[in-house]
């Protein structure tokens, strides 16, 4: 049931998507481990690399509000599955490389594990690469 109200919530705030040069639109839920969702869409910029994706911008108001412990991510577009960058890979693995990764709409969705997306990432921590 969380899975499914997350993925209404992604598509739900991608309205507010801000995306006039590549009108693809994106929204995104992020699930913590109290069972707060903080939402995001992506936002553009005329300088095209300061655009951010909606993934970020969930995880970031989450971070910014003192939650850092994530259990799920939902990613809702006008695609089929859509399927997170390699920047939002890296920055969701900093909090949790075994997070869930939710593609696909209310009802029809696949669910991935972050560490598959994003396999043999570096952890600074650890000083080594994790596999
Ligand atoms: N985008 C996201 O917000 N999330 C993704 O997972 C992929 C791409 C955004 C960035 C940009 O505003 C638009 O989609 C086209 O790349």
């Known amino acids: 049931m969380d899975i499914e109200l997350l993925m209404k919530k992604a598509k739900e705030v991608r309205k507010y998507a801000y995306a006039p040069y590549s009108n693809f ?6 699930l913590t481990k109290e069972k707060k969702i903080f939402t995001g869409c992506n936002v553009e910029n005329t300088a095209y690399s300061s ?3 909606a993934e ?4 970031v108001k989450a971070v910014s509000e003192g939650y850092r412990d994530f ?3 939902a990613i809702y577009a006008d695609t089929d599955f859509i399927s997170p960058c390699g920047e939002c890979r890296q920055v969701l693995a900093e909090f949790n490389g075994n997070i869930k ?8 969705y696949q669910e991935k ?6 396999p043999f990432s570096f952890n600074f921590f650890s000083g080594k690469s994790e596999e």
């Open 25 to 30: 639109t994106v929204g995104a839920a992020l």
């Open 51 to 53: 655009t951010i994706c």
């Open 56 to 59: 970020r911008v969930c995880l």
């Open 71 to 73: 259990t799920a991510i």
């Open 101 to 108: 990764v939710i593609i696909g709409s209310p009802g029809n």
């Open 113 to 118: 594990n972050l560490n598959d997306l994003l």
